[in-house]
């Protein structure tokens, strides 16, 4: 079957070159998009003819095939480590749920606009795309999976090869392609991010909406410039080409006009996790129910945009995202879990259909449904401000028992530096107890995630074994990334993601009847036990009722209970 791939590849290739690059969906007049074979081939051609263009092999994915990154770069110096003082770089994802493939075939026009000279090449912005991410749902194409969706013709699936969607998997990296996207974000470092989609949701005039990384959470002058300043100009610049856009309408069969908050990119999502690297990132959703053209013609333009509003500011760009950098590697507290804060909202004029709740001809019930012929412009309220529930404070490193490479190897991968200890040292440590925490019940991406996890904090002096510890140093430029992944509380920490899940059970235990006598000798030596045992009979009846339970908790409050439960494994360093 590959070797036929590469046959079809190799033929696409050649036949392209000869071509003048044209692509399918615009010799399908505006109904079809480009298989992944075609992508590459595509590409490939363009990288030959055109030395501004380069496309390379950077990791396998789940489907078999490797993951590519092609780079528009008409300077002739190529390092990009020599290029980053006076170029700013944007990173295009596309096709990560391959059903939504607008961007993939926005973005092969787009390069060869620039490659050929039919639109001016930016001097000071250098374009680097993953031309098709989700390559095992590519090659599932068919055209009935995305019910809601107006084209084009066929598409592929937003599961990949091993059905994980891929858009949930950027702090756990179960996939190889997410593996390799954190290989290659390490080796570009973009400083702007669009990851190209297609909504699911209400009905309404527009067929582009944004969603910007949430720019509290982004924080310090990086969030603020996303909101007053990179938001605004991209809206300007589209507005300039005759294109009208609203942020994301996050709603679930309910009317947009009742108002509607900001979507909240957690690190799981692509923009979530380039915002720990303080990245101005952005997903584009192109309207579902809006031909496959306009959506299409929509995201080039928008792309454009951005890429002119990047070569406009790319000295400031530069400047808010270095003071980001200090402003959280100096920082005494971080905030983690952010909600919405509903006693703030702003207005602002949407374009919708009129909504109404009419009876089904389906089920007899209550539907939705929009007339498309009452379109309206009003003010609707909505709400972009979030707030933190929880603020810790910054240790100034983590040691984390070689044991647990499964952490240790993900943070190598996402290039945080650290150290196997040489030496045996004592030293105080906090430690962390899990006191509480909550799991979902059905499976989500493969895992029974944790959810409010609360944890216990006390510090003790520990013995740290020569090389069987790694220290990580959070003042280091992959700070945010270590703290949401390594602090337990964080909604997208390994903890949550089941990282821990060992020490979640009790290993050793006690039979009744040899625990009772020893049980008894342990009260009678320890008179504060056995006062606070008492007082707990006397306060809780089910547990005065509960023999069992009575001789667990003894247990628990002896020496012979196991210090590894519930006992997070990874210590910090005040």
């Given at each position: 079957?590959?070797?036929?791939?590469?046959?079809?590849?190799?033929?696409?290739?050649?036949?392209?070159?000869?071509?003048?690059?044209?692509?399918?969906?615009e010799?399908?007049?505006?109904?079809?998009?480009?298989?992944?074979?075609?992508?590459i081939?595509?590409?490939?051609?363009?990288?030959?003819?055109y030395?501004?263009?380069?496309?390379?092999?950077?990791?396998?994915t789940d489907?078999?095939?490797?993951?590519?990154?092609?780079?528009?770069?008409?300077n002739?110096?190529?390092?990009?480590?020599?290029?980053?003082?006076?170029?700013?770089?944007?990173?295009?994802?596309?096709?990560?749920?391959?059903?939504?493939?607008?961007?993939?075939?926005?973005?092969?026009?787009?390069?060869?606009?620039?490659?050929s000279?039919?639109?001016?090449?930016?001097?000071?912005?250098?374009?680097?795309?993953?031309?098709?991410?989700?390559?095992?749902?590519?090659?599932?194409?068919?055209?009935?999976?995305?019910?809601?969706?107006?084209?084009?013709?066929?598409?592929?699936?937003?599961?990949n090869?091993?059905?994980?969607?891929?858009?949930?998997?950027?702090?756990?990296?179960d996939?190889?392609?997410?593996?390799?996207?954190?290989?290659?974000?390490?080796?570009?470092?973009?400083?702007?991010?669009?990851?190209?989609?297609?909504?699911?949701?209400?009905?309404?005039?527009?067929?582009?909406?944004?969603?910007?990384?949430?720019?509290?959470?982004?924080?310090?002058?990086?969030?603020?410039?996303?909101?007053?300043?990179?938001?605004?100009?991209?809206?300007?610049?589209?507005?300039?080409?005759?294109?009208?856009?609203?942020?994301?309408?996050?709603?679930?069969?309910?009317?947009?006009?009742?108002?509607?908050?900001q979507?909240?990119?957690?690190?799981?999502?692509?923009?979530?996790?380039?915002t720990?690297?303080?990245?101005?990132?952005?997903?584009?959703?192109?309207?579902?129910?809006?031909?496959?053209?306009?959506?299409?013609?929509?995201?080039?333009?928008?792309?454009?945009?951005?890429?002119?509003?990047?070569?406009?500011?790319?000295k400031?760009?530069?400047?808010?995202r270095?003071?980001?950098?200090?402003?959280?590697?100096?920082?005494?507290?971080?905030?983690?879990?952010?909600e919405?804060?509903?006693?703030?909202s702003?207005?602002?004029d949407?374009?919708?259909?009129?909504?109404?709740?009419?009876?089904?001809?389906?089920?007899?019930?209550?539907?939705?449904?929009?007339?498309?012929?009452?379109?309206?412009?009003?003010?609707?309220?909505?709400?972009?401000?979030?707030?933190?529930?929880?603020?810790?404070?910054?240790?100034?490193?983590?040691?984390?028992?070689?044991?647990?490479?499964?952490?240790?190897?993900?943070?190598k991968?996402?290039?945080?530096?650290?150290?196997?200890?040489?030496?045996?040292?004592?030293?105080?440590?906090?430690?962390?107890?899990?006191?509480?925490?909550?799991?979902?019940?059905?499976?989500?991406?493969?895992?029974?995630?944790?959810?409010?996890?609360?944890?216990?904090?006390?510090?003790?002096?520990?013995?740290?074994?020569?090389?069987?510890?790694?220290?990580?140093?959070?003042?280091?430029?992959?700070?945010?990334?270590?703290?949401?992944?390594?602090?337990?509380?964080?909604?997208?920490?390994?903890?949550?993601?089941?990282?821990?899940?060992?020490?979640?059970?009790?290993?050793?235990?006690?039979?009744?009847?040899?625990?009772?006598?020893?049980?008894?000798?342990?009260?009678?030596?320890?008179?504060?036990?056995?006062?606070?045992?008492?007082?707990?009979?006397?306060?809780?009846e089910?547990?005065?009722?509960?023999w069992?339970?009575?001789?667990?908790?003894?247990?628990?409050?002896?020496?012979?209970?196991?210090?590894?439960?519930?006992?997070?494994?990874?210590?910090?360093?005040?």
């Amino acid at each position: 079957m590959k070797k036929i791939y590469l046959l079809l590849t190799l033929f696409l290739h050649c036949t392209l070159h000869s071509q003048d690059f044209t692509t399918v969906f615009e010799t399908s007049e505006g109904t079809e998009t480009a298989t992944y074979a075609q992508v590459i081939a595509y590409y490939q051609g363009l990288a030959k003819k055109y030395p501004s263009i380069t496309i390379t092999e950077e990791g396998m994915t789940d489907s078999g095939y490797p993951l590519h990154l092609v780079i528009y770069n008409p300077n002739k110096e190529k390092d990009l480590n020599k290029l980053r003082k006076d170029h700013r770089i944007l990173l295009i994802n596309n096709g990560i749920h391959p059903g939504e493939p607008d961007g993939i075939d926005a973005t092969m026009m787009m390069l060869r606009d620039f490659a050929s000279g039919k639109i001016a090449a930016p001097k000071h912005t250098i374009i680097a795309t993953i031309p098709l991410y989700n390559i095992g749902g590519s090659l599932n194409r068919n055209s009935t999976s995305r019910t809601n969706q107006n084209g084009p013709v066929a598409y592929g699936f937003r599961g990949n090869a091993r059905n994980y969607d891929l858009n949930r998997d950027f702090i756990k990296s179960d996939t190889r392609n997410a593996r390799a996207f954190a290989g290659i974000y390490q080796k570009i470092q973009p400083d702007v991010f669009i990851d190209n989609h297609v909504s699911n949701g209400a009905d309404y005039q527009y067929t582009l909406t944004h969603l910007f990384t949430q720019h509290n959470k982004l924080g310090y002058e990086a969030g603020d410039y996303v909101q007053n300043k990179m938001m605004p100009g991209l809206i300007d610049g589209l507005q300039a080409k005759s294109w009208d856009i609203t942020p994301y309408v996050n709603v679930f069969n309910q009317v947009p006009e009742k108002g509607f908050s900001q979507f909240l990119d957690s690190p799981r999502y692509s923009t979530g996790y380039t915002t720990l690297w303080n990245t101005l990132g952005m997903m584009v959703e192109t309207h579902m129910l809006k031909p496959y053209k306009p959506r299409v013609e929509g995201t080039y333009d928008l792309m454009i945009a951005m890429i002119d509003f990047t070569e406009a500011n790319y000295k400031k760009i530069l400047e808010v995202r270095n003071a980001n950098f200090k402003a959280f590697e100096t920082a005494a507290t971080y905030e983690l879990n952010w909600e919405v804060d509903t006693t703030k909202s702003r207005t602002f004029d949407f374009k919708g259909f009129e909504g109404s709740f009419i009876e089904s001809e389906v089920t007899g019930q209550e539907r939705l449904y929009y007339d498309r012929n009452k379109p309206f412009t009003r003010p609707v309220e909505y709400q972009d401000e979030f707030k933190a529930s929880v603020s810790i404070e910054i240790p100034e490193a983590y040691m984390i028992p070689v044991g647990w490479h499964n952490v240790i190897d993900l943070l190598k991968l996402n290039g945080i530096a650290m150290e196997l200890i040489s030496q045996d040292m004592d030293t105080e440590a906090e430690i962390y107890h899990i006191e509480d925490y909550k799991t979902r019940n059905n499976a989500y991406e493969g895992h029974y995630t944790h959810f409010n996890t609360k944890v216990r904090a006390s510090t003790e002096m520990t013995h740290f074994e020569k090389g069987r510890y790694y220290r990580v140093n959070t003042r280091q430029p992959g700070i945010r990334y270590i703290l949401e992944v390594l602090e337990p509380q964080a909604v997208d920490s390994f903890f949550n993601w089941n990282f821990f899940d060992t020490i979640l059970q009790q290993k050793e235990g006690f039979s009744p009847y040899v625990w009772e006598d020893k049980a008894n000798e342990l009260l009678m030596k320890d008179s504060d036990l056995k006062a606070a045992f008492e007082a707990k009979k006397n306060t809780d009846e089910a547990f005065a009722k509960n023999w069992y339970a009575q001789l667990n908790w003894l247990h628990k409050h002896s020496p012979n209970y196991e210090k590894a439960h519930l006992k997070y494994p990874v210590y910090r360093l005040r």
